[in-house]
């Protein structure tokens, strides 16, 4: 394919009162999911305008957008804590060694299963932009949202990666130590009211 044939996408602020809108992103790649800050002082939105899509920050006051994660994996999607303190992001693991060895020698040659890598929820404080990896059950995390409490998270996760078909199961994930607590497994594929319904509903999560 063509380089650079791509159209960006940048980020627009609408006033619903006036109907007035600004562009707040000038990036000639793509930014997209933005969401606001807890206390609306600014908002956070993913960007590839270095490279594999990042997680980004840009003050409403005025400035720059600060870039929060610097890693060689695509960001996929992230969710703020209700604090605003932190953030939870789905990426997946970083290569094993041995890949990335394969991959400077273009070596092909692929071992089924040792070679797969599974999106992980990781978490990033923002006071000391400390990133860490929360998950590591062999999970497929399609969703994550917060609690309304910031107590813990809840996913829309298959515990069955390997399986060709929706199955999909509601968990609640501890940010202590990442352990998947199952809540529900609904028929079908699920949406994100699936994951609202799982913590606003009648009765506590586990």
Do not use: C
């Amino acid at each position: 394919p063509v380089k650079g044939s791509g159209r960006p996408r940048t980020i627009w602020l609408t006033a619903v009162a006036t109907g007035q809108y600004r562009q707040l992103t000038f990036s000639a790649k793509s930014d997209s999911s933005a969401r606001w800050a807890p206390d609306g002082r600014s908002i956070a939105f993913l960007s590839d305008r270095d490279g594999a899509a990042q997680l980004y920050r840009l003050p409403m006051a005025g400035g720059e957008a600060e870039r929060l994660t610097d890693g060689k994996q695509k960001v996929e999607a992230f969710r703020w804590a209700p604090d605003g303190k932190r953030i939870a992001l789905l990426m997946t693991e970083p290569k094993p060694e041995a890949q990335q060895a394969r991959e400077k020698d273009k070596d092909d040659a692929r071992i089924a299963d040792k070679d797969e890598r599974f999106t992980r929820v990781w978490t990033l404080d923002l006071a000391s932009r400390a990133l860490k990896q929360l998950t590591t059950a062999r999970h497929r995390i399609g969703q994550i949202e917060f609690t309304p409490d910031g107590s813990r998270l809840i996913a829309a996760a298959s515990a069955k990666p390997d399986e060709d078909q929706f199955n999909e199961a509601i968990f609640s994930v501890d940010l202590q130590d990442g352990r998947f607590t199952p809540i529900a497994t609904p028929r079908g594929p699920m949406g994100t009211m699936a994951l609202y319904i799982a913590f606003t509903g009648p009765g506590t999560y586990p």
